[in-house]
């Protein structure tokens, strides 16, 4: 699975970035091939790449923050206030019976996959486990 992209618009030590274009990054970051068709801009070095889903695995970018805070202050820098508003409880994630039609085409097996790789919570109760009593 591909390594989530960020874009910068400061200096940040280890920041391979390009000069992109406001409106690219927000398109790149808003991709989602359900809602929003994907875009390709030029990257590091010129090469173009493609950016087709901004949800997989970042559905919820609380990490990808808490990575990014550590880049500009440093690991020693308390953290005072983690605000993630989210979207919403979206249930439990389950897998029922397949009828026969869904045997040669499992539709909801490809529809639970999408809602794992999509899912929040996770990133959601990590975060509660870890900061809960600092």
Request: include cysteine.
């Amino acid at each position: 699975m591909p390594v989530p992209r960020h874009f910068w618009t400061y200096r940040v030590a280890k920041n391979e970035s390009t000069n992109f274009m406001i409106w690219e990054a927000a398109r790149a970051t808003t991709a989602a091939p359900t809602f929003f068709k994907a875009i390709e801009i030029p990257g590091i070095g010129g090469i173009r790449e493609r950016f087709y889903d901004a949800g997989l695995r970042c559905n919820n970018p609380s990490w990808e923050v808490l990575h990014e805070a550590k880049n500009i202050f440093g690991v020693g820098r308390k953290i005072g206030l983690m605000l993630s508003i989210g979207t919403g409880h979206p249930g439990t994630i389950h897998y029922s019976k397949l009828d026969k039609v869904e045997k040669v085409i499992p539709l909801k097996l490809i529809n639970t996959l999408s809602r794992i790789a999509t899912d929040c919570e996770n990133v959601f109760r990590d975060f509660t486990d870890r900061f809960r009593f600092q």
